[in-house]
């Protein structure tokens, strides 16, 4: 499964906001294949239209999917050149798909800051240099492997030297390697190359607890969100302590205390949402009297693909995908009635799954 790492200075929160990530926690019991490692945090994703489906069709249970948070520890200054826990830190974000970085915005006096002050940009520069730092010697060890190659006009060689110079150029400039644009084929060489900063970011501003009902009245927040606009990145505004008391209520009492403090949603739901769709995950449904149950699948994949997430034999002895949009299924009122209207359709396996699709698979054993 697809894993957005949480990382961050030290006290900015990451923590405090893993915690609730796991406090909030999936049920066990419906993921048995997930990691049991105590650094993964699983979450059930948030989703409305589960919920319509349940009342629609009335199963006798109901399933979300799920989605994976990794806790990367301690990132310092100078992390890229081994302080702190240095490379090791680096290794571990080397093995999440996209990275969350929690900013801090709130201010409080009794809690120090590594650097003194709080000052988000200087924050988000700190941890940013050092990916760049790391990718750079990556970069760099690597064009001395093909510039050879490349000299004796080996084709890929010279390719892979003109892609590897571009990527240099845009570190050497404090640029991501995600900001540079290549080709599709390009965009796999580059991929090949396992970068820190090829990897999809957002930031989580982290306010105070009574901000977070207006978390623009806090500077801090705007500059991020200035910082992050420039990227093209977005910005989940969170508060890590009520996330953590949150995590510990029951639904009802989720919403009545979300209602509160004047918020429609909690911010760990954005932020499971966000990073989901920072993933380029999307959600198909199965919808039967014994379950209605979400599927993660990355978008782009077909039907076989989609089924064999279910089970691969799904997968070998694929031979249709009964599908129905969301939107319709709903609109009709019923899969009988749907079918009527001609709003399910049989698709084969050229079929590339949409959101919310609805689908009952047609497989041989
Ligand atoms: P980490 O070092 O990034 O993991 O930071 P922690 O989660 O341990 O938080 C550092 C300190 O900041 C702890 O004392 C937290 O209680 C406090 N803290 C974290 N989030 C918030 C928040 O949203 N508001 C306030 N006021 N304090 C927070």
Redesign the pocket.
Known sequence: ALTAGIV????????????AITQAGAEAANYPFATIDPNVGIVEVPDDRLNKLTELVKPKKTIPTAFEFTDIAGIVKGASKGEGLGNQFLSHIRQVDAICQ?VRC?V?EN?THVSGKVDPIDDIEIINLELILADLETVTKRIQRVEKLARQKDKEAVIEYDILAKVKQALEDEKPARAVEFSEEHQKVVKGLHLLTSKPMLYVA????DEVADPDGNENVQKVREYASKEGAEVIV?????EEEISELDHEEKEMFLDDLGITESGLDKLIKASYSLLGLATYFTAGEQEVRAWTFRKGIKAPQAAGIIHTDFERGFIRAETVSYGDLVDAGSMGQAREKGKVRLEGKDYIVKDGDVIHFRFNV
Do not use: H, Q, R, Y
């Not at 961050?8 to 915690?19: E, I, M, R």
């Not at 969170?238 to 009520?242: E, L």
């Open positions: 961050g200075l030290p006290n900015v929160g990451k923590s405090t906001l893993f915690n929690v709130f409080d809690i982290n306010v105070s607890e969170i508060c890590a302590k009520i």
